[in-house]
C-alpha cells in the first residue's frame, strides 16, 4: 500500500505509469469528475460481505435474508445521508443518467420541465421526450442571481395550470461553480413547479440536505461518489413515483400477475419503492454508495471541504501563473466552486495537451465538452475558440476544453505536479508531437 496526505484513502496510488520520455510514475488521477477512485473503504466493505450475498426480496434461505436487510438498509443509510423527509422514497437505480429518465417517464401528463442549457447532457436530454411532456431550455445565466430571475420569469409566463418541474444542478461538472439550489427551488415552488436536483457532482463534495434545500427529488451515481459504477439513486416525493407506471416492467415490482379471461394480462403494480426497481437489484452497488455516505460522514464534510478549499487555492493560483490558460466560467472567478476546474490554453489543440500530461507526467485528466455541449460552444467561443471549431449542429466537435477534477483522495502532490507540468508545456512545448489516432490523441 502506497502511503499518501490525503484525508480519505483510495484505491490506484499503486498504479504507476509509463512515461513516453522513459521511466514511470505513480499515476495522478485528476479526473474525479468523470468517476472517482473507490474508497478502500468502500472496498473492503464489499470485500468482507461478498461471500454472503443472494438474491434480494427472494429467497427463504439465510443469505437472501441477509442481503435483503443489507439491501434494506443500506436505502435507510442514503435517506439519512441525504436528509431525505419521512415518506420520501428512495429509488436505486443505475446512475444519475438512470435516474433522471426515470422521473422524465415518471412525470404526470402534461408536465412541462425547465432546464438551463448549460446543465450536464443526462439533465437536459431526458424531458420532452414523451409526446404528453414538453421542455423549455434556459439560457445559461451569469450570475447566481440571474439564474434565480430567469427561472422566476420563465415559470411566471407560463401558463398557469399543468404541472411543472425544474430540473438544475447542484454543482456544475464543467467549472465546479455551485448553483444556488435553495433561491432557485423556493422559486420553483412559488410557482407551483417542483424541481429536481442533479447532485452528480455535489454529493462528493458537501453535504447535501433535501429537506433543507426543499428540493422535490436529488439524482447522484455512486461512481462519482467514491463507489463502483453501476448503481445509482433517485430520492424524493414519491406521489408522482408511486402514480406513474413502472419504469420497467418484470419481476420484483408487481403485487400480482393473472391472465384474464380473454388472455389479457392482469397486472397490480407494487405501489412502493419496489414500482421502479424491477429485476433482481444491485445489492452490491447499493451497499458500496451506502458504505460511501458512512465514510464520508464520518470523516466530516467540513473538514474535507477545508482541505479541498486549500487544494483549490493552490490549483487556481498554480494556473495564474501559466500565461495563456483561461479558466472558463459562468459565474465569474470569484465563484464559490468544487474542486473541479476547466480550462483552455491559448495555442494548443485541448487534446494533445491533455495527451501530454498523460504522456510525459502520468497525469490524467479529462478534454472535450464534458457531455455539456451548449455551455461549452458558449464558454468556448468567449474563450477565443473559433466558433466554426466548436462544433456547430452537425458537425464534429473540434475544439474543447481541459478539466482537471479532484477529491478526498487527492494528495498534494499531484496538484504539484499538474501545475509544473501545465507551467512546462507552456513555456517549453511538448517534447513530442501529438496526433489522433482511433479517437485518442497519442504521441
Ligand atoms: N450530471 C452531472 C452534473 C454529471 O457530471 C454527470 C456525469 N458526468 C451526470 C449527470 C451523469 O452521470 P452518469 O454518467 O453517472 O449517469
Known sequence: TVTVDAPLPVLGHEVRVPLVTGGEVPYAALDYAASAPALQRVWDDVAAYA????????????????STDLFENSRATVAEFLGCRPGDDVVFTRSTTDSLNLLAAALPSGTRVFAFESEHHAALLPWGRRADTAVTWLDAPRTPEQAVDALERALAARELHGPALVCVTGASNVTGELWPVRELAAAAHAHGARIVLDAAQLVPHQAVDVAELDVDWVAFSGHKLYAPFGAGVLAGRADWLRRAEPYLAGGGATRSVARGAAGEPVVEWHDTVARHEAGSPNVIGAYAIASACRALTAAGFERLAERERVLLGRLRAGLAGVPGIRVISLFGDDAPRVGVVSFVVDGWNSSHFAAALSAEYGIGVRDGLFCAHPLLRAL???????????????????????RVSFGVGTPEEHIDRFVRAAGELVRDGARWSYRTEGGRCVP
Not at 461471500?51 to 435474508?65: C, F, K, N, T
Not at 466554426?388 to 476544453?401: H, L, M, R, V, Y
Request: proline residues 8%; glycine residues 20%.
Open 51 to 66: 461471500p454472503y450475498y443472494g438474491s434480494v426480496h427472494r429467497g427463504a434461505g439465510h443469505l437472501s435474508q441477509l
Open 380 to 402: 468556448l467561443v468567449e474563450n477565443g475558440g473559433a466558433a466554426g471549431e466548436c462544433g456547430a449542429p452537425g458537425e464534429a466537435p473540434a475544439a474543447s476544453a481541459i
